[in-house]
């Protein structure tokens, strides 16, 4: 069986864990059966195939989380492989008892399947709630729609009404995997976003206005280094002065799959940083519309920055039309000649 790496893994390991913490027991009169017996998904039977699952014996002793790492396996596969075993047990039991010949042995052999299926969904819950994820105060407001977050994510967190990230706070790992389209690398998601929310990477701290424009392009430059390849490459040469044509001639794609691909790196650049970017963005432009030049130009983002372009990687012309994609309000404000 594949054994994960990595902190993203061991979040994962520590979710399947305590969803299904039990080891499987099989009773002996069962261990040779073969799983054909039994109906199930073709996904279950798939991952089961394999991890060499050929008898239910195989199962003996294995937790259900241990089969979170095959391909293909999410919660809901998960959650049926639990339930497959919970039946295995309850049809043994139930024959054993019926064997005795008695309507109240009978009797109790059908409650039992219920009694053990309500413990097992009280354990589920015990688990999830010890699970839960844990908010601060000081990143609660931080919204969804100002956080760098995948499409998955975004469709997860819409489907439960959740708007800001304290939105999260008590829910359980568990709960989450349940919802449509959420799988281990979704939590794993909001684990790596409530860390580095805790971390400050998202604060809008206190800073004065002549220090905004250093500050917006450190930023910048810092999130198209975590950009993909393609998507930095492209947006490296717009913002170069290279029309969509001419990058798609130059790496053999069509125009408007370059201009999809520049779209999709300049969205992710804004929310990089969650609300700061938006922030330094409208401090720029309000500088702007109070200083004398009516238009940004290079030579005047030069004389904003001052001793910080030292630190700067691409030249102030890059930087002018890198501004004037992610804001049109300033791009309006930008002569036709620096574009």
Partial sequence: M????????????????SCFPKKIDIPVALQNQSFDAYQTSARLAHVLRRSGIRVLGDLQGRKVGDFAWQKNCGFNTLHELDS???????????????????????ACCAAAPRSRLGKTHALHRKAGTEDSFSIPKSVCKLQFDEL????????????????????LNGLSACELLQCKNCYWHTVAEIEQLIERAIAGEFDVLPIEE????????????????????RENQFLLARIRGLTFAEIGQRFGFTRARVHQVTANALHALRKTWGPRVPCLLNMVRHRLSLSNASELTPALLEQWVGESSKCLRLPRQAHVRLIAELDTDILLSTKREFL
């Fill in 84 to 106: 497959l075993v919970r039946r295995i047990q309850s049809l043994a039991e139930n024959v054993s008892r019926a064997g005795n010949g008695t309507n109240r042995r009978r």
């Fill in 148 to 167: 760098p977050i995948t499409r998955r994510l975004a469709g997860v967190v819409r489907s439960i009404g959740a708007r800001t990230l304290g939105d």
């Fill in 210 to 229: 002549f220090e905004a424009a250093a500050e917006l392009l450190t930023l910048l430059e810092q999130g198209m280094a975590k950009l993909s390849h």
């Fill in 2 to 17: 594949p054994v994960p790496h990595g902190k993203c893994a061991d979040r994962m390991a520590g979710f399947a864990f």
